[in-house]
């Protein structure tokens, strides 16, 4: 198995859950921000991020078929400082000043179906 499969899981080892994530970058941010995170499926129909402690290479009999699921291993993306920013903050919904990041985001951002927009007050 490579680090991402269609229609399978890494089944009995979620640490944390997340709704409303749109796509596998989202999901992989999710992943990213949490140390414990070692793999995540990602359940496109249901817009649901699985975050696991553990992936395929450590428990290869907890992979399961599921329909609808991506597995993915923890570095299966390379993501970008400016998204794992945005992942912290905007998608928890907060109005984000360019100053939270330590990096230079430009202002409205937008990825996905989420838009972070710079407030002057």
């Not at 709704?19 to 990213?32: G, L, M, Y």
């Not at 100053?99 to 202002?107: A, L, M, R, T």
Request: charged letters at 20%; one cysteine or more.
């Amino acid at each position: 198995m490579d680090y991402q499969t269609e229609g399978r899981r890494l089944n009995g080892h979620m640490v944390a859950t997340y709704d409303n994530v749109f796509t596998v970058t989202q999901c992989a941010s999710r992943c990213q921000l949490l140390g414990a995170c070692a793999s995540y499926n990602f359940l496109s129909a249901q817009r649901r991020c699985e975050i696991n402690s553990a992936s395929h290479v450590t428990n290869p009999d907890d992979v399961i078929s599921s329909d609808d699921t991506q597995y993915f291993k923890r570095d299966a993306y390379t993501i970008d400082s400016v998204t794992l920013c945005i992942a912290r903050y905007c998608y928890r919904k907060y109005i984000v000043r360019p100053s939270v990041c330590d990096v230079e985001v430009p202002w409205p951002y937008e990825l996905g179906k989420f838009k972070c927009n710079y407030a002057d007050n």
